[in-house]
């Protein structure tokens, strides 16, 4: 668990200077730099996210709120940047990697309203936990997707810590599902082979009369 933590932290920390460092965000305005420093931060949250649902579910649910802001704050900025080209892109009619970004944000979405009402649904264990991480995970890889798949900040070098990032999400979504074990049934209390005395022995005598 640790390593996959330290993983994704290294990652993080990777995407971070890859992005500040490119020769594409030279220049460029405040508010993109915001945009790709935010989005790098939430691909590193995606993929911390299965790892930590399976130690703390506190430490689950408050990064998956943070990751959620930093998508929001992402989508904002592209939004204050260029109103008309963040819309558009956001259409129907935008491109594929656009069409999958706005997908992963509509699951996120879902994700979130399903571990608020997890006791409301009244779903068993495995129900719940295949739905929400199944749209998690579907979220994290489309959102990853979207990323490689965009000119910018996150090319070359970018590009691999955004598939090493999708690949450890996976790995801790498959590890997750894997490790549901089936609990062993619980041993049945030895039953006295009659009314008096112990299982599997003859009876005590009675008090002797007369």
């Known amino acids: 668990m640790r390593a996959a933590f330290l993983t994704s932290a290294v990652l993080g920390l990777a995407g971070l200077a890859v992005a500040l460092t490119s020769s594409h965000l030279a220049g460029a305005p405040v508010l993109l730099g915001i945009s790709t420093v935010v989005a790098v931060l939430a691909v590193a949250g ?18 998956g709120l943070v990751v959620v802001t930093l998508v929001l704050a992402h989508v904002g900025a592209l939004l204050a940047l260029s109103p ?43 129900t719940f936990r295949l739905l929400h991480g199944g749209f998690a995970l579907l979220a994290a890889v489309l ?19 955004l598939v090493a990032s999708g690949v450890l999400s ?21 039953v006295p082979a009659s009314g008096t005395g112990r299982a599997g022995g003859p009876p005590r005598p009675g008090p002797r009369t007369g």
């Open 143 to 161: 959102g990853i997707g979207h990323a490689v798949l965009t000119d910018g900040a996150l090319e070359g070098v970018g590009t691999a810590v």
């Open 46 to 63: 995606l993929a911390a996210q299965p790892w930590l649902a399976r130690v703390r579910g506190t430490a689950h649910a408050a990064t």
């Open 84 to 126: 008309d080209d963040a819309l558009f892109a956001m259409s129907p009619d935008g491109p594929t990697r656009a069409r999958m970004a706005l997908t992963s944000l509509v699951l996120l979405a879902v994700v979130v309203v399903l571990g608020a009402s997890r006791r409301r649904l009244g779903w068993s264990r495995p």
């Open 170 to 190: 996976v790995a801790g979504s498959a590890a997750g599902l894997l490790s549901r074990r089936v609990p062993a049934p619980r041993a049945t209390p030895a």
